[in-house]
């Protein structure tokens, strides 16, 4: 069974950091662009990050330019979402996906999803 899996969320403070862990099951992550999404509530799935599968390039949505970092490790089958500065605009559930082409504007181009890991950024 090909799967993704997310970790890493929690509950941080307002300026305070997490770092999102995706990796595959049932499959080579490395053959994949990997794209983060998150999703709170009342709110569509939005784009925000998403990197190659040789990682020689990667895009992010203008609301986490400067703040957040993707970066994968293909010897561990993982991708990684290294989130600083964080707001409480941040709060959502992060997915992560699998597929063909690193795009951050549509859900479309993935074809292999997690069932998220939920970030909390409050005081």
């Known amino acids: 069974q090909l799967q993704v899996v997310e970790s890493g969320g929690g509950l941080v403070q307002p300026g305070g950091s997490l770092r999102l862990s995706c990796a595959a099951s049932?499959?080579?992550?490395?053959?994949?662009?990997i794209g983060w999404f998150r999703q709170a509530p009342g709110k569509e799935r939005e784009g925000v990050s998403c990197i190659t599968s040789s990682g020689s390039s990667t895009n992010y949505a203008d609301s986490v330019k400067g703040r957040f970092t993707i970066s994968r490790d293909n010897a561990k089958n993982t991708v990684y979402l290294q989130m600083n500065s964080l707001k409480p605009e941040d709060t959502a559930v992060y997915y992560c996906?699998?597929?063909?082409?690193?795009?951050?504007?549509?859900?479309?181009?993935?074809?292999?999803w997690g069932q998220g890991t939920q970030v909390t950024v409050s005081s």
């Open positions: 996906a699998a597929g063909a082409f690193c795009v951050v504007h549509t859900t479309r181009a993935y074809d292999y």
């Open positions: 049932g499959f080579t992550l490395g053959y994949y662009a």
